[in-house]
């Protein structure tokens, strides 16, 4: 059972334009939303990491939007770059569980030159 | 930043050997570390969970007694790989927990792994 819905399952973005992928949870438990970027044949890295407290968390052009009652949070990438092509992974966890993370699907972005 | 250092980065074996995966926090100890798998194009999957000096937590369908993981101790786990067949074929990849600070994992490069 997926407990993380990500989409869109791939995207092409123009260079400079905004790259916006959603995800969506159930678990109400979860208290910890990061973002991986993982490029082919690498381990994910992470990007960028939101906690239940705060509606919005922004790092250099990157920028979490969450959504506590919605249960949905949001990764906006401004100004893309070609160097931003790469596979996105959201995910989701809770301390109890010792921060196993529950990962998306992923979305496949592509930025245009 | 944290490093996690996984070995090796690509394996070949024969069908029916057994591989060892090593997966090192270098510069922080481990509390827990995780193991993934990720088949191409897809996301990662949990395996297992383990914790220094306590055998490991296995997710439902993975078989323990196939995926042998050791993390005997804070800044070293293994994933072993035992009678490997084709089907065993994926890129693994492990994560860890620092010690103070909750919830931030680290991920090693992967080890990609092919069974012929």
């Known amino acids: 059972q997926q407990q993380v819905k990500q989409s869109p399952q791939s995207l092409i973005v123009q260079k400079g334009g905004i790259s916006i992928i959603n995800c969506a949870y159930e678990n109400t438990a979860f208290d910890y939303f990061p973002w991986y970027q993982q490029f082919p044949g690498k381990g994910p890295a992470l990007l960028i990491a939101i906690r239940p407290d705060v509606s919005e968390k922004k790092e250099g052009r990157f920028t979490i939007s969450f959504n506590k009652s919605a249960k949905q949070f949001s990764l906006h990438i401004m100004d893309s770059q070609p160097g931003d092509s790469a596979t996105y992974f959201c995910?989701?966890?809770?301390?109890?569980?010792?921060?196993?993370?529950?990962f998306g699907k992923g979305t496949s972005l592509l930025v245009t030159p | 930043g944290a490093v996690v250092s996984q070995h090796p980065s690509r394996v070949i074996c024969k069908s029916g050997t057994s591989v060892k995966i090593e997966c090192r926090s270098l510069?922080?100890?481990?509390?827990?570390m995780f193991w993934y798998r990720q088949f191409p194009k897809q996301s990662l999957m949990l395996m297992a969970t383990s914790n220094e000096g306590s055998k490991a937590t296995y997710e439902q369908g993975v078989e323990k007694d196939k995926f042998l993981i050791n993390h005997a101790s804070l800044t070293l786990s293994t994933l072993t790989v035992t009678s490997a067949h084709p089907e065993d074929s994926s890129f693994y990849i492990c994560s860890a927990r620092s010690r103070g600070r909750a919830g931030e994992l680290f991920f090693g490069e992967g080890s990609r792994l092919t069974v012929l």
């Open positions: 510069d922080f100890q481990a509390t827990t």
């Open positions: 995910a989701a966890s809770q301390g109890d569980s010792g921060y196993a993370l529950n």
